[in-house]
């Protein structure tokens, strides 16, 4: 079941990104806009799944691939800085459906006070937190699906990433097919 409504989100990104194909290259994706939640879902869905890509994907962008230390985390160092919330890195990660990047902060709590995001795990030194800026649920006429996207705004902290708060957006599509709850 879930394989199946993986394959199905999967293929309706595919497909949406392939209807509006003339308008879109993943290429002229800014990475800074990802990270500061300035994409539409698909258009993260398409951008992120081509960065492996043989022709393309972080090669053509001059992006290093690192060792993160987190089976969760893909790491890639960037051939200049980038600023994001004040702060400049030149390293960024990838999460299943996320992009952040890794800024040289080592207590997150100012930067979640600037960005209005609390800590799910207050008093400890564990630091998780997001703020949603997009939930909206569509239906499909055509198809039945329920599409649901929901964009947030994260900062974390990781012990792979001793010293280091990632900020980034969490870019999540889920699908329910007809008749499911």
């Known amino acids: 079941m879930i394989a199946r409504v993986l394959v ?25 806009d990802a990270i500061d939640c300035k994409l539409e879902a698909p ?24 060792e993160s230390g987190n089976l969760f985390l893909s790491q890639y160092l960037l051939p200049s800085p980038i600023t994001i919330a004040g702060h400049e890195t030149s390293t960024i990660v990838f999460s299943a459906n996320a992009v952040l990047a890794v800024l040289d902060v080592a207590d997150p709590s100012q930067l979640a006070l600037q960005e209005n995001i609390q800590n799910s795990f207050p008093g400890t030194d564990k630091f998780l937190g997001e703020r949603e800026l997009i939930n909206k649920v569509e239906k499909d006429q055509e198809t039945g699906w329920t599409i649901t996207t929901r964009i947030t705004r994260n900062i974390s902290n990781v012990s792979s990433h001793p010293g280091k708060t990632l900020v980034g957006c969490s870019y999540d599509t889920s699908i329910k097919l007809p008749g499911e709850e």
């Open 8 to 32: 199905s989100g999967l293929l309706l990104t595919t497909t949406t990104i392939l209807a509006h194909a003339e308008e879109y290259d993943p290429n002229a994706v800014n990475i800074v």
């Open 43 to 66: 258009q993260y869905m398409g951008f992120s799944i081509t960065l492996d890509d043989e022709d393309g994907g972080f090669r053509k962008r001059g992006w290093k691939k690192q």
